[in-house]
């Protein structure tokens, strides 16, 4: 979602949203990937869906790219991370 879809479904201006992150120590930019992060290892925890839709499904139009960002949050790859939590315990 680009910033100015955002400012339109929340109802605020581009400029306005930017000064109310900057007020909070954040960007824009900080959000989105932090959104990126808890949804697709929702989506990996809860659903079945295959991981590329779920790559696409936070904004990834390209699943190496999905693969290598998700790498960097959780320190190893979706599969993996989807392996590891379904053996836990219920």
């Not at 680009?2 to 201006?13: A, D, P, Q, T, Y």
């Not at 949804?39 to 990834?60: C, D, F, H, N, Q």
């Not at 320190?75 to 993996?80: F, H, I, K, Q, T």
Request: aromatic share 12%; with cysteine.
């Amino acid at each position: 979602m680009s910033i100015e879809r955002f400012c339109h479904v929340v109802g605020l201006s581009k400029r306005t949203l930017q000064r109310r992150l900057k007020e909070n120590g954040h960007s824009f930019k900080q959000l989105k990937e932090i959104f990126r992060q808890e949804a697709s290892s929702r989506l990996l925890r809860e659903t079945a869906l295959p991981i590329e839709e779920i790559g696409w499904k936070v904004g990834y139009n390209d699943l190496s790219n999905f693969n290598r960002a998700f790498k960097g949050w959780a320190g190893l790859s979706p599969a993996v991370y989807r392996d590891n939590w379904r053996r836990l315990p219920a």
